[in-house]
DNA sequence: CTTTGTGCAAACGATTTGCAGGATG
DNA sequence: CATCCTGCAAATCGTTTGCACAAAG
């Protein structure tokens, strides 16, 4: 609950998936955890770096990577052009305003459960993603 | 159903458009509807010029937007750094093979209908993304 | 100490753009 | 014949890489 405790989770889990813990990287997994709204390269680089210089752009890139190889973060793709993260690993569903742009997790249960049997195919995972205008673009809120 | 009017179709589609008939611009789109595995850019242009020289990688950007601003193309965006074109643009589903790489198109009625009605948000529309093994890969077929 | 990470700048690859000439309606 | 399209090459933008130095375990 208290801030050491938030910071020794993440330095457990950056350890428990055997990657060294370096400031740099905690600062890109402890942002990404930190927020919900799946920033791009360029939105983690810019927040870690409001204070002063924590981390260079490749560095992000490489920090990113390599939580995303052991699974700490996922990887959003719902624009063209446009490479978003998100630390919430747990299966869930996506959400894109068209007019803000603003993207939200939908939770895992709002559908109930596909049979996915009769396809032609072994299906592993699947998401759902979903169009249109959010709470504050469509002025109800 | 003859090659006449195939041609005619295309012609007529892209009229209809208001999108002037350029043999360029017919090349792409006539290809693109003439395959069903979303291809890149890059496939695109290998398969337009394997004959002779019908047009260049810049026309081929430039032809895809055209087409796909009037709605007769979509983009489908499901692995990194990867834009794939779709010539069939009623709504439907993708399956993306981990294996192999492909991607089928999996029919609307695969999902009963969802109820968006109790998010917090006006959902337009929505897709579901699958991702497995494709019949080839899993050996069965 | 050995291994891995960082920063910088250069390299890269996909996509876009400026411009002059050419084709379309 | 006015407008829009094409091709080419240069520009751009996001991402990756090579390398020398620094830090982690």
Same mark, same amino acid.
């Given at each position: 609950?208290?801030? /050491? ?8 889990? %950056?350890?428990s ?10 600062? *890109?997994? !402890?942002?990404?955890c ?7 390269? =360029?939105?983690? %680089? ?5 204070? &002063?210089?924590?981390?260079?752009? !490749?560095?992000v890139?490489?920090? %990113?990577? !390599?939580?995303?190889? *052991? ?8 624009? /063209?052009? *446009? ?6 690993? =747990?299966?869930?569903?996506? &959400? ?9 997790? *939908?939770?895992?249960?709002? &559908? ?10 072994? !299906? =592993?995972s ?16």
């Amino acid at each position: 609950m208290s801030k /050491e405790n938030q910071r020794d989770v993440i330095v457990n889990r %950056l350890k428990s998936k055997g990657l060294r813990v370096t400031p740099q990287r905690f600062a *890109v997994y !402890a942002n990404l955890c930190s927020r919900r709204d799946h920033p791009t390269v =360029e939105q983690i %680089l810019k927040d870690l770096n409001q204070d &002063f210089p924590i981390s260079s752009q !490749a560095t992000v890139y490489t920090s %990113l990577q !390599a939580l995303r190889k *052991v699974g700490l973060v996922k990887e959003v793709l719902l624009e /063209e052009g *446009v490479s978003r993260y998100d630390a919430n690993v =747990e299966p869930h569903h996506h &959400f894109h305003c068209r007019q803000c742009g603003s993207i939200k997790d *939908v939770p895992w249960d709002t &559908f109930d459960s596909f049979n996915l049997e009769h396809l032609p195919y072994l !299906a =592993e995972s699947y998401e759902v993603t979903i169009r249109g205008l959010c709470d504050r673009c469509t002025g109800n809120n």
